[in-house]
Nanobody, 122 residues
Framework: VQLQASGGGLVQAGGSLRLSCSAS????????MGWFRQAPGTGREFVAS????????YYGDSVKGRFTISRDNAKNEVYLQMNSLKPEDTAVYYC????????????????WGQGTLVTVSS
């Protein structure tokens, strides 16, 4: 499975950005798709995931109510709409895909995209 993310950039605090991720390869084996992020000097953090078949969504506590994950299975794409962005949202965002549940604490997805940088200025 190959993942290609896009949509990062520079935005002011309070603004919005939409990330997109296109998947290719053995999509049928994937259960969940989602996003992790890594800020400078920190570890990777779970942001959101969506079940590819059922569409159930999960969010990290720091983004609940501000971010929305969605999917388009016909296009093999997943999206992350980020609203009310804060400087602490600044990070490299990685599109991810997993064979099992992604939202379980400690889960490391099997597949990772190249990352896209989101910078939120204060």
């Amino acid at each position: 499975v190959q993942l290609q993310a896009s949509g990062g950039g520079l935005v002011q605090a309070g603004g919005s950005l939409r990330l997109s991720c296109s998947a290719s390869g053995r999509i049928s084996s994937i259960r969940d798709m989602g996003w992790f992020r890594q800020a400078p000097g920190t570890g990777r953090e779970f942001v959101a995931s969506i079940e590819r078949r059922g569409g159930t969504t999960y969010y990290g506590d720091s983004v609940k109510g501000r971010f929305t994950i969605s999917r388009d299975n016909a296009k093999n794409e997943v999206y992350l709409q980020m609203n009310s962005l804060k400087p602490e949202d600044t990070a490299v965002y990685y599109c991810t895909a997993s064979l099992g549940p992604m939202a379980v604490v400690g889960t490391i997805p099997s597949y990772w995209g190249q990352g896209t940088l989101v910078t939120v200025s204060s």
